[in-house]
C-alpha cells in the first residue's frame, strides 16, 4: 500500500547523542519534505529534495542534516542533540504532476524530546 | 517575505451553525494556496486547494486577491469537523509551502 512511514514515532533520547530521524515512501513521489513543528505552531520547512542527490535547506535554520540516496528514503540526521531540538518533525512528500499535483502527504510524525 | 496568517488559534461554534476559519497572505506573486485539516491521532491531509475550487466535506473556500485572503467557509457546522486546520501557501515556482500557525476548530453539540 502506498503509504509514507517514518520511525519512531516517539524518541527520547540525552543531550548530546547523535540521532536519525528515518523517513521512507512507496508514493513513488520524487518529492521530500521535513517540517518541524512546535505544539500548536505552524509547521516549518527545515529541508526539501527534488530527487536523489539533491537536497536542499528549507526557510528555517536547523542543525540537522539530511540525505537523498534513494527515491524513497530521506533521513534526517541530528549529530549532536540538544533540547532545543525538541519538537516534532514532519516528513511528506509529492509528485510533479500528475492528479495530485502540488499536494504534499505527510507521514505520521516523530516527536523528540532532547534531555 | 511570504507570510500566511491565521488570526484565530482556537475557534468555536456549536453544531448547525455556520463556521468560517479566516486566513490571510502576503505574497507579490501569483498564489495558489491549500488548506490542510489534521483530526485527532490523524496525520495532517489536505482538505482543499484553491485552483480545485471544490467542495469538500461541505467546506468552500474562494481566493480573494484583492484582500488576500482565503477563507475556509461551512455553512452548518458538524461535530466530526472538530480538527486542526492549517491554511498555506505555495510560492510560484516552487514546491514548498509556508504555513499559516493554524486554528484549532471545535464543535459543540
Known amino acids: 500500500e502506498a503509504d509514507i512511514y517514518q520511525t519512531p514515532r516517539y524518541l527520547v533520547i540525552g543531550t548530546g547523542k547523535k540521532i536519525t530521524l528515518e523517513c521512507s515512501q512507496t508514493?513513488?513521489?520524487?518529492?521530500m519534505y521535513w517540517y518541524q513543528q512546535d505544539p500548536g505552531m505552524e509547521l516549518h520547512l527545515i529541508h526539501y529534495s527534488y530527487g536523489v542527490n539533491s537536497t536542499e535547506k528549507g526557510d528555517l535554520s536547523s542543525e540537522s542534516t539530511v540525505s537523498r540516496i534513494r527515491t524513497e528514503h530521506f533521513p534526517l540526521t541530528l549529530e549532536s542533540a540538544r533540547p532545543s531540538h525538541t519538537s516534532q518533525y514532519l516528513c511528506a512528500s509529492s509528485e510533479t504532476g500528475g492528479l495530485s499535483y502540488n499536494e504534499q502527504f505527510f507521514g505520521p510524525g516523530t516527536r523528540l524530546t532532547v534531555l | 517575505a511570504q507570510r500566511v496568517t491565521q488570526p484565530e488559534k482556537l475557534l468555536s461554534v456549536f453544531k448547525g451553525a455556520p463556521v468560517e476559519l479566516k486566513c490571510n497572505y502576503s505574497?507579490?506573486?501569483?498564489?495558489?494556496l491549500f488548506w490542510y485539516v489534521q483530526y485527532s491521532r490523524q496525520r495532517l491531509q489536505l482538505l482543499l486547494r484553491h485552483i480545485s475550487r471544490e467542495s469538500i466535506k461541505g467546506f468552500t473556500a474562494d481566493l480573494n486577491k484583492g484582500e488576500t485572503s482565503f477563507h475556509l467557509k461551512k455553512p452548518f457546522a458538524q461535530e466530526e469537523d472538530s480538527a486542526m486546520y492549517y491554511c498555506?501557501?505555495?510560492?510560484?515556482?516552487?514546491?514548498?509551502?509556508?504555513f499559516g500557525q493554524g486554528t484549532r476548530l471545535t464543535i459543540n453539540p
Open positions: 498555506a501557501l505555495r510560492i510560484q515556482g516552487a514546491q514548498k509551502l509556508v
Open positions: 505574497y507579490s506573486g501569483s498564489p495558489e
Open positions: 508514493m513513488g513521489h520524487d518529492k
